[in-house]
């Protein structure tokens, strides 16, 4: 019996430690600055741990039904403590205070556990063999959660479902320890009872893990969540904060209401107002209107053609009435047809020539992104462009990802393309950078439409004159069979973030 | 009930189908080809009585793979006309065929021609003529995209097929190493595709690649699995059974100036597809020859069910089968064959996978099979849903009759675990993700270059021999690969030109 006991040391040490670490880790995950989190928490841990080895003394009688209540105890508050905690995040002011509350009475428990179960063992060994033996498996079953945590249960679990697994573990060995002391323990049922209860209220927490981390997803923002929604290619969702929309697709923001004019009226206006009676436009990506509301500005225009992968993100932009008051239910306009459709493919299957082209992608994160970027794709491009018109492309920052934005207008250059980079200040994203591209020259435009909040007909050559520290470097075009552009942007964007 | 609540209902019934037990799904899929029962076809067609239909063409081609097709090529452009194809399947190409299911085109063996050196004149030759090389520049759409290759080693995927997780000081010194012989090799000007016209007789041929590596103390394992790797690939044997000169030609003979391969979602049977537009009128498929009669003024040809009377013959088809069809056939035995099999599985979606992506070839470090190749990798779209993959394996291990034997021997269940075992190595959801395997064994695969061969007296004789009828077939190069198809092909096209 003394191994099996022994046993359990391990298994509840090791659950403590998890507690710790997962509460460690949901701290820097939310909040940041992950130095200060995880020394807070791990302080404070072993301090209550310290008031529970203090405590210890006052338990008298009754040892072990005590110790299968702790365990209880331990499993239910350690268990709920993920789950508790992101949605505290989600929905209230008091994340810090509940953080630091949790780890404390955690701690005092698992705090407890041990001199408790030394206790129990005393009668079993040495003094001096029961000090060794416990404190080993203790430690032991330290090591063993400080490598299953990172390796399996944040990978595979997760940290809502991992906090309640390690909970079921400790109610688990409760139970065994009503077996174990069958003859020693009164009210055996009830406390059998209550072990069984326990163990429902966390598999009934494994069930609803998901639904607690949508509820929690609204944590990850910064501003209240409004809309939230998985189309078959990426997760699209907004917050509002005051009067600021934003919309992050896949966590990566879009846009934000309060500047992303400044983004489409430099995107369209500096090119589609140069080009003498333009008629035919195209739009690849894009698929929440925004350029196409800008585009819609030119009366002149007969048709506009948009083509983006996601029919899940046109259609929220096409009906949705917040979306729609942004875009001005420009998906919907009489003029606009709305393709859903892997643009280069699309590109490929079609030979209708515009006048002006916009190109408003994501940004080359990926080897299957960066085909959109490619020598082979503005080559197709330059097939449907009219001999007078415009192409502009989003070339991510000049400022952050110097090189990536010149490969692009080299990748341009050697499809045949004369180009004309530029670039305007987004404060939600910085210094951002476009580029213009013809078969012959480029003239910024004699007038604008009226009505624009940022541009104006003066300012448009500014546009095209970059600062020393944006100005061209060497690049290589981006080709399909060496991509060199997603080396690059991985590159410099690794060192922003550093 | 609100919208919301329906939806988190449905999600969380979702959910708890989710929690239900796995059930292994159901993969579909069969053995595709038939060549155990070739041989008695041919046999059978040999007994068969005088009831062929008399057919005459003055040029007759046996065999509409790779060689075969290269050779009505070039009679073709030297403004030949009369001469048929004959191949034994319903679809020429091969070890080039493809197939083409509801997801993509794929290919059933050869999936790749490297980009030409300048000194490749004929293959660079063909590829203008097919719009591959404009004006010095090889089109990007029929390179390889990025990302090229990619190893499972250590239990994670690095970039690139030369190991670099893991290694110590002295594996990097001997890559180094190793690269620089390489480079030494090449300068000498020796190594040339095809081999034939720049090779000089080597004693290296006389050795195995793993003598040479020992000899020259390359006892890295990394280095030995990257050597031994390229032997498999390119010749189907184990670096003991390979002349050690064409283990360094595989490593010497690319000058990689642009990045490749050339290659397509059907592979090689993109280029038969091109090489089809032109010669389609000339090809009679189903038509397997069973016996051919030389004499002094003509040829005779029987098919099952025709009887071709002509004045010159290209036997493109495999050489061993000579001895077969034909009183007075040539000494094939010294061409050793390598046993193959691939496999085209179809998946429903690509395994889940974090922080990597699939690239076009897919090798796992721990694995007597090659690897998988993506055939919907080439696609321009940015969203790739449902794939297939083609699967490789050599029977490199086994003496090659033992391997024919057990390519015999194994049933498609048997094929199955043993691909999925072997792709589950990297990828462990592989099995929710497969909808269908289909296999193709290849008994006689292709010719290996064993140590001794290619500079053997046996073979430069085989790859001469001939009057009224010629030989073609890549085996005679002793390495197969598509450019010696070509040379083979076009090589007998010009000899036999000169008889009819
Ligand atoms: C698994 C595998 C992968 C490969 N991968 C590559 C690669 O990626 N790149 C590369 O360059 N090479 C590759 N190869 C090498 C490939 O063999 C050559 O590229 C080339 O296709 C060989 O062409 P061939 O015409 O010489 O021979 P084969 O392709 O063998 O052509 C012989 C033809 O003759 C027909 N035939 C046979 N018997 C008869 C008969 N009695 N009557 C009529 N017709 C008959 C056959 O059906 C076949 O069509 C690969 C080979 C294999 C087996």
Known sequence: MAVLLLISVFLIAACGLVYELLAGTLASYLLGDSVLQFSTVIGSYLFAMGIGSFLSKYVGRGLVTRFILIELMVGLVGGLSSTILFLAFAYTEGFRFLLYALVILIG???????????????????FRDLVAQVLTFDYLGALGASLIFPLWLVPQLGLVRGALFFGLVNAAVALWTTHLFRDRVGALTRLRVLCFAVMGVLGIGMLYANTVLDLADSALYADEVILARNTRYQRIVLTKWKDDLRLFLNSHLQFSSRDEHRYHEALVHPGLAAVAGARRALVLGGGDGLAVREMLKYPGLESITLVDLDAGMTELFATHPLLRGINKGSLTAPKVKVINADAFVWLEGHDGVYDFIVIDFPDPTNFSLGKLYTTAFYRLLKHHLSEGGLAVAQSTSPLFARQSFWCVAETMKAAGLQVFPYHAYVPSFGEWGFIMASKHGYEPPASLPSGLRFLTVSMVPDLFRFPADMGPVEAQPNRLNDQILVRYYEREWREIAR | MSANGVKSLASRRAFLLQLAPKTER????????????????????QMRGGLREPRKAPLVIVGG?????????RLLQKGFRDFVILEMEKQAGGNSRWGENEVSAYPWAAHYLPVPNRGSKLVRELCTELGLLYEGEFEERHLCHSPQERLFLHGRWQEGLEPEVGLQKADREQFQRFAGLMQEQAASGQYTVPWEPGAKASALDRMSMDDWLREKGFDSPYLRWYVEYGCRDDYGSLAKDTSAWAGVHYFAAREHEDRGPLTWPEGNGWIVKQLLKKLAPHVVAGAMVTQVAIGARGVRVLTETNDWESKGVIWAAPSYLLRYVMEGAPDTSGIIY??????????????????????????????PALGYVVATHQSLRTRIDESVWTWYYPLAAVAPAEGRKQLLARDWAWWRE??????????????????????????????????GWMFSPARAALAKWGGRMVLANSDLSGLSIFEEAQYRGVGAAERILRVV
């Open chain 1, 108 to 126: 005092t428990l698992v705090g407890l556990e041990i001199p408790l179960m030394m206790r129990i063992l005393q009668d079993r060994f040495e």
């Open chain 2, 26 to 45: 159901r993969i579909e899929g069969a053995i595709l080809d038939d060549s155990h029962l070739r041989g008695h076809r041919l046999r059978d067609g």
């Open chain 2, 65 to 73: 793979g790779i060689a075969g097709l290269c050779a009505g090529w």
């Open chain 2, 338 to 367: 390598s046993p193959w099999i691939t496999a085209n599985l179809t998946l429903d979606r690509m395994p889940r996978q974090a922080g990597t992506e699939f690239a076009w070839d897919n090798v796992i470090y721990d694995s």
């Open chain 2, 418 to 451: 043993f691909i999925l075992n072997d792709i589950g190595k990297a990828h462990r959801d592989i099995r929710q993700c497969v909808r269908r395997i289909d296999l193709m064994r290849f008994g006689h695969a292709m010719a290996r270059p064993a140590p």
